[in-house]
């Protein structure tokens, strides 16, 4: 009885280590703050630094990222990683971003930024969401296990705001820090 709950807590303690990865969507230069909520001009362009936090270093990060409101034009990635990476697979509202090191050589230890997307502000007067797709998304590690991200911040764009709006919005956000 005692060796199987020493066993079923072992489990416990993995079980928690490998589902510490998440994933961040930092829109205003400072990650750890989110979920950002940032202005945005029509036309603008809009980077979104992707960060992978967690415990540990891994092999691969790969995710979907969605902007369901359909506001936001994905335009491209600029992979920070020095893995291998393949193009963005865009299949509107979302896009699919893969990055792994084949050479099983160089993981990266969490946190670390994984590259940065840019969207362009298409409509006006909308605020839109960028989202992780966490059932598209996953990552392997140095350990050789894989798994899916068990969480996510993500981040919103409003598109057309003014300084008091964005102030406004930065008010709503505080509430539910
Ligand atoms: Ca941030």
């Known amino acids: 009885m005692k060796k199987a709950l020493a066993v079923a807590f072992l489990c416990a303690i993995f079980a928690g280590f490998v589902a510490a990865q998440t994933i961040e969507l930092d829109l205003d ?49 600029a992979y920070n990683t020095p893995w291998t990476n393949t193009p963005p697979v865009v299949t509107p509202p979302c896009v699919l971003i893969q990055a792994t090191d084949f050479t099983f050589g160089s993981p990266l230890a969490m946190p670390f930024l994984h590259g940065t997307a840019t969207y362009h502000a298409a409509v006006d007067a909308s605020l839109d969401d960028l989202t992780i797709d966490l059932a598209n998304s996953g990552w392997f590690n140095d350990q050789f296990l894989s798994g899916a991200f068990s969480d996510f911040v993500g981040g919103s764009v409003q598109i057309g705001s003014s300084a008091t709006e964005q102030t406004n919005w930065g008010a709503v956000k505080d509430l539910f820090r």
Not at 41 to 62: E, K, Q
Not at 65 to 75: A, H, K, P
């Open 29 to 77: 230069g400072t990650p750890g703050n989110g979920p950002d909520v940032v202005p945005a001009a029509v036309s603008d362009y809009i980077n979104v630094d992707v960060y992978i936090n967690g415990t540990g270093m891994l092999f691969s990060a790969n995710f979907t990222i969605c902007n369901l409101d359909g506001s936001l034009e994905f335009q491209g990635y």
